[in-house]
Structures are given as C-alpha cells and as structure tokens.
C-alpha cells in the first residue's frame, strides 16, 4: 500500500488481505512466541537497567 497514493478502497482490501491468509495470522503468532520468549519480565528489565544507570552515574555509552 503506497501511503502517498492511499485511496479508501485500496487500505480495504489491504485489511482483508491480511485478515482473510491464514499465512499472516501464523507469521504473527511465530513472532508473538520469539518476542515473548524473554529470560526476564519487562518489569524486570526495566529495573535492572534503571538501577545500571544509577550504578555507574549514568550511561553515556549506551
């Protein structure tokens, strides 16, 4: 879908494409499992890098 060019109908049958091929539901669900699949919590990262930066008076490396 070209967004410069975008017509109503055009986004339409973009959606439907991708609700009706049952390949994009299972890529999705593929990426779903990868992103999920984290030794910690989100919360949990957040910590550890909010306290690595108060550990070392800030991160100008990162």
Do not use: C
Request: glycine share 4%.
């Amino acid at each position: 879908v070209e967004i410069l060019n975008l017509k109503e109908k055009d986004l339409s049958d973009a959606i439907k494409i991708v609700l009706d091929n049952p390949k994009y539901r299972v890529n999705m669900r593929t990426l779903s499992k990868i992103f999920r699949d984290q030794p910690q919590s989100g919360i949990d990262t957040a910590v550890f890098w909010s306290e690595y930066v108060m550990r070392h008076k800030g991160a100008p490396q990162l």
